[in-house]
């Protein structure tokens, strides 16, 4: 079974592995840069703002 949920600063390590074996534009191999693109995500479904543009939100799939 699967789900699909917020991702969590937990997950950074196993982002930034899956950054290094397959190339996708959004996820670069750096793990500055995703600590960062996860923090936002957090923050952003912690207290979204009312400018949906500002809002960003990464979703992972976990296996159960």
Do not use: G, H
Not at 4 to 13: N, Q, T
Not at 46 to 57: A, P, V
């Amino acid at each position: 079974m699967y789900i699909v949920r917020p991702i969590e600063l937990k997950d950074l390590d196993d982002i930034f592995e899956l950054s290094r074996l397959v190339t996708f534009i959004n996820l670069p191999p750096d793990l500055e840069i995703l600590k960062k693109l996860i923090t936002k995500s957090v923050e952003a479904f912690e207290r979204s703002d009312q400018d949906l543009s500002k809002n960003y939100y990464i979703f992972v799939c976990e296996s159960l």
